[in-house]
Structures are given as C-alpha cells and as structure tokens.
C-alpha cells in the first residue's frame, strides 16, 4: 500500500512536505553541463603576490638597525617623561 503525499481533493499549488525544494527548471535530459571558465587573471595576482610576499618580508633586513635604534631611542624618550613625572 503507498501513502499519497496529497489528499485526494487538494491540489498541488500548496506545497507540503513531499513538495521537492528544487524544481527541474532544465528538464531530466540536460544533464550535461558547459565548464566554468577559470579565472586566469585572479589567479596570475594571487600567484604574483605570494611569490612577492617572501621577497618583501625578507627586504626589512638591511634596515632593522635604524629601526631598532628610533624605537629604542623614543622609548628611552617617552619613559624618562613618564618617570620625570613623578617627581
């Protein structure tokens, strides 16, 4: 015996829980489907940044000393006011 997802008299323009979420826009016979193009240009930028990003993280090197040397400097300048204060 089969169960009947509608009731005799109703029609089908009310959806129930046997009414499918998807509709068949295409029918059963196009299955086949065209293949999505790749997006060359997006990844050519994807793949020039990460050869580029190794190269710039490594270029900071030569000046890390000056950089040092100012951070350490106004550190030393900003804790002498923040201390001087006090007294």
């Known amino acids: 015996m089969t169960a009947h997802l509608t009731s005799p008299g109703m029609d089908n323009s009310h959806p129930d829980e046997g009414t499918p979420l998807l509709n068949d826009c295409h029918g059963a016979q196009d299955t086949k489907k065209s293949p999505t193009p790749l997006p060359r240009f997006q990844l050519a930028i994807v793949l020039l940044l990460q050869i580029c990003e ?11 000393n000056q950089v040092r040397e100012k951070f350490t400097t106004r550190f030393k300048f900003l804790f002498l006011i923040a201390f001087s204060a006090d007294k």
């Open 54 to 64: 190794p190269i710039t993280s490594q270029s900071i090197y030569p000046y890390i």
